[in-house]
């Protein structure tokens, strides 16, 4: 655990601010998109995100980088927080009231930063009301811009910015695109101007993922997913000229990341290879090398408000779990990067199904403590065309059955050769040949859980006993229900003792 930032880190960031001033901040995210979905991180697509391989280009591409988990509230309460989602209590879709420590837009503000977002805004803090000093997605009327239309990230970059100047202050922008989420892009967004697409991929170009088949009907739904990736590329674009035309790009780090991967079975939802996955870039003129790349070091979600940070220069919080990478951004090494924790809880319709992961650039170790052959996952890509299209194939093919078997119900262990099998189609967890691996992936795990006192502790130590596992799973499911229902509860009449009809109706009376 980090709670300041080194001396040599400091001197740094002294000197850089003597230099160049105050960096400003530019945080950039794109929603439900594959790290193999951006042209220099290997797309087989001719020109699918020119605005990314830009970036890319002028900055540090970090090729080991990985969220801590595979949907959207969680993965973002990370990032902003740097704790696990046991440690936060953000686990799942929902708001956590009892929050006694800062997050980055608090960080920053003290720090005396103009803060301000757009979009994914109830994602990115975990309480309400929300700390930022504007909510961009809105305009100066109180109009939603529309989260699919391009232009309107251009107008939120540039109010952000203005606001910024007006307020006398260096900006922290959090800028949230909704692409390539679902719904994805359709065939009508191209007659509408603000929601066109630069460029049209058919279904008969766009490459199949390995973790899926190539059927007729998945190839339509892709083809869907990557024009989405390329409306998203353009919403890059926007953003980033905004910033250019400001006259401020010389002096503002832009620092871009995918919060998981793509809205599809064995991804999005899930802790595999591909599901977390991310395009991490970082721009900084005048610091990092244009056109670095870092293929020896991982870095995770968890790690990112520590980095920002140290990048500004202000202390980093008590209790924070994640570790600054600025060295790494700096083209520097960096000891003890070989492996990120991933941790999975809950979808957004409250189901149960938690699982804790270790990967090292060789092996991805999965823990799905709630597998036993009846209990079925539940989650948003069930509702895919491509789902659909597997449950219908299965009935007649036996490989996509087993597959559809996987998904459904898992097994309690997997262990994938992340080298050789990135897809994770093979599951070695049975053979004696990783015997030694997976009893060190093990360790780190177990020394993890115990570190960060993961409820799930328990029953890592009892992997092997399936009646002990179900006994557990039982009661973490009762207990979650219960947290569920007690915050829907507050939300309901604000109400945290349950004394009476609403607390916080009786204060808002109170105070008229």
């Not at 070091?297 to 520590?306: C, E, F, G, Y």
């Not at 520097?332 to 924790?341: H, S, T």
């Not at 570190?451 to 799930?456: H, I």
């Amino acid at each position: 655990m980090i709670t300041r930032f080194s001396a040599a880190a400091l001197a740094f960031v002294i000197a850089t601010a003597c230099s160049f001033g105050a960096p400003n901040l530019l945080i950039i995210t794109v929603d439900d998109m594959n790290c193999d979905s951006v042209g220099v991180y290997g797309c087989p697509l001719t020109d699918i995100t020119p605005n990314m391989d830009k970036l890319a280009s002028e900055g540090i591409r970090f090729e080991m980088a990985h969220v801590q988990v595979g949907n959207c509230y969680p993965s973002r309460n990370v990032m902003f927080s740097g704790r696990f989602p046991h440690s936060s209590g953000v686990e799942g879709f929902y708001q956590v009231r009892d929050i006694k420590f800062p997050v980055m837009c608090d960080v920053m503000q003290k720090a005396g930063y103009y803060v301000g977002i757009r979009g994914k805004v109830s994602h990115s803090t975990p309480y309400q009301p929300y700390r930022w000093d504007n909510d961009l997605t809105k305009t100066p009327e109180g109009r939603q811009e529309n989260i699919k239309d391009v232009p309107s990230y251009y107008r939120s970059t540039k109010r952000g910015i203005e606001n910024a100047e007006k307020a006398g202050k260096p900006f922290v922008i959090n800028v949230n695109i909704s692409d390539p989420h679902k719904p994805f892009w359709k065939p009508s967004d191209q007659q509408t101007a603000d929601k066109k697409a630069s460029k049209v991929y058919s279904s008969e170009e766009v490459p199949v993922p390995g973790f899926l088949w190539d059927d007729d009907v998945v190839r339509q739904e892709l083809a869907l997913y990557y024009n989405s990736v390329r409306r998203a590329d353009d919403a890059v674009g926007a953003v980033l000229k905004a910033l250019d035309e400001s006259g401020k790009s010389d002096e503002t780090v832009v620092m871009f990341i995918s919060d998981h991967g793509m809205p599809l079975p064995f991804a999005k939802t899930q802790l595999y290879h591909h599901s977390t996955r991310t395009p991490w870039m970082v721009r900084w003129p005048g610091v990092v090398k244009p056109g670095s790349v870092d293929g020896d070091h991982m870095i995770s979600a968890v790690d990112m408000l520590p980095t920002l940070c140290e990048i500004v220069g202000t202390e980093i919080p008590q209790g924070v779990e994640g570790r600054s990478f600025l060295p790494l951004i700096k083209g520097e090494k960096q000891d003890n990067r070989g492996f990120v924790i991933k941790e999975y809880n809950e979808n957004a319709g409250g189901n149960r199904h938690p699982i804790r992961g270790v990967q090292t650039a060789e092996y991805l170790y999965l823990f799905n403590p709630w597998s036993d052959g009846t209990r079925r996952f539940k989650t948003a890509t069930q509702g895919t065309a491509t789902y659909r299209q597997m449950v219908k194939l299965a009935k007649t093919d036996s490989k996509i059955a087993a597959r559809l078997d996987l998904f459904d119900h898992r097994v309690v262990e997997e262990l994938y050769d992340v080298m050789t099998d990135p897809d994770c189609l093979n599951n070695l967890v049975k053979s004696p040949e990783h015997a030694d691996d997976l009893a060190a992936l093990h360790r780190i795990l177990g020394e993890w859980m115990k570190e960060t006192n993961d409820p799930l502790l328990e029953a890592f130590n009892h992997r092997d006993n399936s009646e002990k596992l179900d006994e557990l799973m039982t009661t973490i499911e009762d207990v979650a229900k219960k947290k569920r229902s007690e915050r829907r509860r507050i939300k309901k009449d604000g109400n945290p003792k349950g004394k009476g009809k609403s607390n916080a109706k009786k204060n808002k009376k109170k105070s008229q």
